[in-house]
């Protein structure tokens, strides 16, 4: 599904990344953990193109990321790439519903098409009674479920996500941490998680730890 080879990365003289490697498989969910300034998010941005490596390659469903321009890496990560992050993101002015839809919407789809799939993935996540309401009428955990509605709308191959629990209390991070395994099973969906919560990592497929910018 994802390989990474030689993946270096600096910020000035800053060595930050320093030669990882990396094979996520499909349907697998692998979580990165290591102490804050290993390099763990830079990676995740890395791998998902959000930020570009100084040296080395991803791949991601045999597509070498490096070879595409600006232009072709935006629509590659917006139709194969989901992304959950520590803050949701949501925009406020927008319903559940149509903050789901957006990424769809950009990708050029039909609108009816897109929110039809939107709500049913929102009735999958518990949410289809709260679809018309907007992120200020919800719990943290339930805006935090339309995140992660939003990054399943154009079926991705896999999703990032960057510290998802870190702004959820114990219940509500357990029952995002299930809903990754739920959807897994659902739809053989793929994660890498990167996280600090001992009981999510546990609960992965496999355990990748960085420490110094390097997988050990």
């Not at 897994?184 to 609960?203: C, D, G, P, S």
Request: net charge neutral; proline share 3%; hydrophobic share 40%.
């Amino acid at each position: 599904m994802l390989t990474a080879t030689n993946i270096q990365k600096y910020y000035g003289h800053l060595w930050v990344l320093k030669g990882v490697e990396l094979t996520i498989r499909q349907g697998e969910i692998a979580s990165i953990v290591g102490p804050s300034g290993s390099g763990k998010s830079t990676l995740l941005h890395i791998l998902g193109t959000l930020d570009h490596p100084d040296e080395g390659q991803v791949s991601i469903n045999g597509q070498q990321i490096n070879f595409l321009n600006d232009k072709q890496v935006a629509a590659f990560r917006n139709r194969h790439i989901g992304f959950v992050f520590q803050f949701h993101h949501l925009l406020p002015e927008f319903t559940a519903l149509e903050n789901v839809c957006i990424p769809g919407w950009m990708a050029g789809r039909k609108k009816k098409e897109v929110a039809e799939q939107a709500l049913s993935l929102l009735q999958t996540l518990g949410l289809g009674e709260r679809a018309e309401n907007k992120p200020g009428a919800l719990s943290g955990g339930e805006q935090q479920r339309v995140a992660v509605a939003r990054s399943l709308i154009n079926n991705p191959d896999i999703i990032f996500a960057d510290e998802p629990t870190g702004n959820l209390d114990s219940a509500n991070a357990r029952e995002l941490h299930q809903l990754f395994f739920d959807l897994r099973k659902q739809f053989n969906q793929t994660f890498l998680i990167v996280t600090h919560n001992e009981e999510l990592a546990q609960m992965s497929d496999r355990i990748l730890h960085m420490k110094d910018g390097k997988i050990v």
